[in-house]
């Protein structure tokens, strides 16, 4: 019944402790039993236990005192940040989470905005209160001048269960239960799974009517047609059922086999009413906002790479990939990824579970350009960067960033995002912490906000930002020459205001990372024909005048001589040779 029926979210920041809460709530409810109980149960890859993160949202049903709980335990990174909107659409409440020992962080305010915007009903809840470092006082403070309120947030420890049983009567009592109307059938679809033997696997939360097996379904905005050969519910593994009521959340085994026809947000009706039903509103086609030239480290192993990036794909829509050439690293594949975050987690599962190390080229955004001949391009690499005499306008994307630090560290903060060519939007105050939004270049806050962050704030500062258009820039391509020629995987863009710092910069960090070799390696770095920046990494030399002893000195000078003629051949003849480190020092350049 909808009305013994509670559908909700736990939003926080990275590592508030959503996914032990959900631990200790599946124990409470009996849906998980003790003995079987492993920590963070609902994060499925090892990686997310091992990092403490939650990649991938995942649902389950529990039942408690008569209700059925629906839990959708979410993403906390800014890179997932889509994922949790589309979860939080389909929920009546959420629990906002806030880490006793850190307060208020920036994801925290991000998620309890979208919160806000879908009219959702809010429960504050304080985390890890026995932590040896809690400040509960302080976190309470926060909570109540951010959400406007007067009345004590609910105090809980994930970790040993006290104050979860509360929660639990709170959410039933404060949470609405799902409207119900007497409509066609409508459900949205908030993610979906590749199952090898089962195909994609549709994660629903249904609005109106029900589904029942063996119905003719349609979605809306891609257009496919199926028939739904299993559904049910989870608890937390897949438990079929032969109806999904109204307002519940389930799954369909659709039993496609290409995820990307089903896509994230999209809304669900049986085909025979299509045309009766409206679409759910903030419908959008996940889009990656970085993009990486991957290479595996051996030539060969190029389909291999291929067929790994395909298989995930199979369970992150968000992947795009592109085959790419570069003649001097080989064959390799662009990847499209959400964030660095997204990016660094499947170069970690390539090289675990397909033992695939590979060669990650530095990261780039897209940008826009508006030719002469009145036509616009977007592009993400810088071998497709046109040539500078046909660009009439060039664009690049802007992100609108939120910065929640303490007070203390507001002047290098502020500092740091006016070197990164920020501009001031707000600041405002919460208790000791300071909120700070910035207007900055997508690439400055991927390439090096990150970073240079932590350190300015000494790891107190936490981030999150969204895409906020697109902003004119004088866009100019940097090539690195590594012993007199183009080594086009290190070309890069950047506007021409940053040209000569970061020519400087690559130049000096490729100097500290290149190893010493047997010859002389000039590093330069050009726009067009130009060289802007220079550095030498000095060959290892041999003392070859070492076994002389007393005579002319011509005797000396003539074995300097030969060496340094030998020194010029091998220089001529000689391949660089790259680690991956030198890569990266492009990236933090």
């Known amino acids: 019944m909808p009305s013994q029926t509670r559908?909700?979210?736990?939003?926080?920041?990275?590592?508030?402790?959503?996914?032990t809460l959900a631990d200790r709530m599946l124990e409470i409810t009996g849906t998980v039993q003790k003995d079987k109980m492993t920590p963070q149960l609902l994060d499925s890859n090892p990686i997310e236990r091992e990092r403490g993160i939650t990649i991938k949202l995942a649902p389950v049903t529990m039942n408690y005192k008569g209700f059925t709980l629906n839990l959708i335990d979410t993403p906390g990174h800014v890179d997932f940040n889509y994922e949790v909107e589309r979860a939080l659409e389909?929920?009546?409440?959420?629990?906002?989470?806030?880490?006793?020992?850190?307060?208020?962080?920036?994801?925290?305010?991000?998620?309890?905005?979208?919160a806000r915007n879908l009219g959702l009903t809010i429960i504050p809840v304080v985390n890890k209160i026995d932590a040896p470092l809690a400040d509960v006082a302080a976190a309470t403070r926060q909570i109540k001048q951010l959400l406007s309120i007067s009345s004590e947030p609910f105090f809980v420890s994930a970790k040993t269960g006290e104050g979860v049983a509360d929660l639990l009567d709170k959410i039933i009592s404060d949470l609405p239960a799902p409207k119900t109307e007497n409509k066609p059938l409508q459900a949205l679809v908030f993610n979906s799974v590749f199952d090898t033997h089962l195909g994609v696997i549709a994660?629903?939360?249904?609005?109106?009517?029900?589904?029942?097996t063996g119905d003719k379904l349609e979605f809306l905005n891609s257009?496919?047609?199926l028939t739904a050969s299993e559904i049910g519910v989870f608890s937390p593994k897949r438990e079929a059922r032969k109806i999904i009521t109204s307002g519940n959340v389930g799954y369909i085994i659709t039993g496609l086999k290409d995820i990307h026809r089903i896509l994230v947000g999209d809304t669900l009706c049986l085909a025979s009413q299509s045309k009766d039903v409206a679409p759910f509103p903030g419908f959008r086609k996940i889009h990656p906002n970085v993009f990486l030239d991957m290479y595996p480290s051996d030539g060969s192993q190029y389909r291999d790479l291929v067929d790994a990036l395909e298989k995930l794909k199979l369970n992150d829509s968000a992947l795009t990939t592109q085959g790419i050439n570069s003649p001097i690293l080989g064959q390799g594949v662009k990847v499209g990824f959400l964030g660095l975050l997204h990016s660094e987690v499947v170069g970690e599962r390539l090289e675990r579970e397909f033992d695939l190390p590979v060669i990650a080229v530095s990261p780039s955004v897209e940008y826009k350009v508006k030719l002469r001949n009145g036509t616009e391009k977007i592009f993400s690499?810088?071998?497709?960067?046109?040539?500078?005499?046909?660009?009439?306008?060039?664009?690049?994307?802007?992100?609108?960033?939120?910065?929640v630090v303490t007070d203390k560290y507001v002047g290098a903060v502020m500092q740091l995002c006016q070197?990164?060519?920020?501009?001031?939007?707000?600041?405002?105050?919460?208790?000791?912490?300071?909120?700070?939004?910035y207007l900055l270049p997508l690439i400055e806050v991927i390439?090096?906000?990150?970073?240079?962050?932590?350190?300015?704030?000494?790891?107190?500062a936490s981030l999150d930002y969204e895409l906020s258009g697109w902003h004119e820039a004088d866009l100019v391509r940097l090539d690195v020459l590594l012993n007199h020629e183009v080594f086009t995987p290190m070309s890069i863009i950047t506007v021409k205001e940053k040209a000569n710092f970061k020519a400087k910069a690559i130049a000096d960090k490729l100097k500290e990372a290149i190893p010493r070799q047997q010859f002389e390696i000039p590093i330069q770095v050009a726009i067009g024909g130009q060289i802007i920046a220079r550095e030498t990494i000095k060959a290892y030399r041999k003392d070859v005048d070492a076994k002389l002893h007393g005579g002319d000195f011509t005797r000396n000078l003539k074995l300097l001589n030969k060496q340094k003629k030998g020194k010029a051949r091998m220089k001529q003849f000689g391949k660089v040779q790259l680690p991956q480190s030198a890569f990266l020092a492009v990236v933090k350049a």
């Open 419 to 437: 070197d990164l060519r920020g501009s001031l939007v707000n600041v405002s105050y919460l208790d000791q912490l300071v909120e700070i939004d």
């Open 223 to 225: 257009g496919q047609v």
């Open 447 to 460: 390439t090096a906000l990150h970073d240079s962050l932590k350190s300015v704030s000494q790891g107190f």
């Open 203 to 212: 994660f629903v939360r249904v609005i109106t009517s029900d589904i029942h």
């Open 7 to 19: 559908n909700f979210s736990i939003i926080a920041h990275i590592d508030a402790g959503k996914s």
């Open 381 to 403: 690499s810088a071998a497709d960067f046109p040539d500078p005499a046909i660009i009439a306008q060039g664009f690049e994307p802007m992100a609108t960033v939120k910065i």
């Open 90 to 114: 389909a929920c009546d409440g959420a629990i906002l989470l806030v880490d006793a020992t850190k307060g208020v962080q920036a994801q925290t305010v991000a998620n309890l905005r979208l």
